[in-house]
């Protein structure tokens, strides 16, 4: 005889589900804002209930059983589905949308264009959630990722925005210094960017001397920052040369906060992306913003073509 619905441990279940996704008592309790010994004492309770382990203890980390590997991946996707019902019934999702971006792409170039968005959709509230790994749509509650990637998002909806070139930028006074030769870049003065080294073949200070002509081996030399945001920062502020990404240093390099100093350029096999559950591109909100960014991808291209002509 089936269980009633009224008698399953929704609380247990939730608790489980999110243990099972981060695989931590810890950071399920983070999630879910109770303490650790909460969660452990609801994943036992549903250890009860179904008579079986369901995590594998060891002494400072878990793992799924194979009752756990079992029920795991269906019930985050049953949680899923009900948050998504309620939200479709109560309309609770209509205006607000969540959109993922890396975090220089987000400073750089989303928020300096973000009002004008705001001006032609008044209702729609845009949250955006600077973060460099990818999120999950599903679980995170992601409408749209604005990504820097190879293009390569399996069975979702992705669209590039703009290429990626690479080229040192520094503030006026530095460039005036260095007076267009690369090898007058002090060592101590090149800030690199730590997420250019996730990928082979991303552009790095290394390959730019290369390419400059210059016989010189960059790393090592100077502070390492976290994302190019934070390196852009410094650059701005006058503490060295920073391998700057088009369209990031677009706008900085348009209103003089930066120059760039030489020619040469390095092509990223990386690009800027809008990325979408492909089922839900047609959803008002998501094609507002879609329609949005195109705009304003379009727009910023056609600045570039004038100012090269």
């Not at 690369?182 to 730019?208: F, K, M, Q, Y």
């Amino acid at each position: 005889m089936a269980t009633p619905l009224r008698m399953l441990p929704l609380n247990a279940l939730r608790s489980f589900d999110a243990a099972a996704r981060h695989l931590s008592f810890a950071a399920a309790a983070a999630e879910l804002g109770v303490t650790p010994s909460a969660v452990s004492v609801q994943v036992r309770r549903l250890e009860e209930w179904v008579g079986s382990p369901l995590f594998v203890r060891g002494h400072r980390a878990i793992s799924l059983s194979v009752a756990g590997k079992r029920l795991a991946p269906q019930l985050t996707s049953l949680f899923t589905a009900m948050e998504r019902l309620v939200a479709q019934v109560a309309d609770l999702d209509a205006t607000s949308l969540q959109i993922s971006a890396m975090p220089s792409f987000a400073s750089k170039w989303v928020a300096p264009r973000l009002a004008s968005f705001a001006a032609a959709h008044p209702e729609i509230q845009v949250r955006i959630i600077a973060s460099d790994p990818r999120s999950d749509f599903d679980r995170d509650g992601i409408d749209i990722g604005l990504r820097y990637g190879d293009g390569d998002y399996p069975e979702l909806h992705a669209e590039l925005i703009a290429p990626a070139v690479a080229f040192p930028v520094c503030s006026p006074a530095l460039a005036a210094e260095v007076a267009g030769d690369p090898a007058a870049i002090e060592a101590g003065r090149l800030l690199h960017d730590e997420s250019a080294l996730v990928a082979p073949g991303l552009p790095t200070w290394s390959a730019w001397f290369a390419k400059a002509g210059v016989s010189r081996r960059a790393e090592g030399a100077g502070p390492l920052f976290s994302n190019s945001h934070m390196a852009l920062s410094a650059a701005v502020a006058g503490q060295g040369f920073a391998l700057g990404l088009s369209p990031l240093v677009d706008e900085d390099l348009a209103a003089g906060r930066l120059v760039k100093p030489f020619d040469v350029e390095l092509a990223s096999p990386f690009g800027f992306w809008f990325v979408c559950r492909a089922d839900r591109l047609g959803e008002p909100k998501i094609a507002a913003f879609h329609g949005w960014v195109r705009a304003q991808a379009e727009a910023q291209a056609e600045r570039a073509r004038s100012g090269a002509a």
